[in-house]
């Protein structure tokens, strides 16, 4: 959960920069998209009532998350 909740309170800019570049921190503390499908997993092994609440949590980070536009336009096609 703690890695999810830092990734989705990043700036935009560093969004961004992740996006492009990537982000070394990512080897030592954890990609926070691989906790984040961790997390749907967890919702899904649990009883329903704790399943409720964990998507409560989820769903109040998954709304601030913005993941940034691939650079220049590349949706081409």
Known sequence: MR???EHVHRSERQLR??????NV???CCGNPL?????????????SPRAARE???II???DAVHR?????YGSDTG
């Open 59 to 61: 769903d109040k980070l």
């Open 25 to 27: 921190h990512w080897y």
């Open 34 to 46: 691989e906790a984040r499908a961790l997390l749907d997993t967890a919702m899904n092994a649990v």
């Open 54 to 56: 964990l998507r409560e």
């Open 3 to 5: 890695v999810w909740r």
């Open 67 to 71: 993941l940034p536009l691939p650079p």
């Open 17 to 22: 920069h992740d996006y492009e570049w990537g």
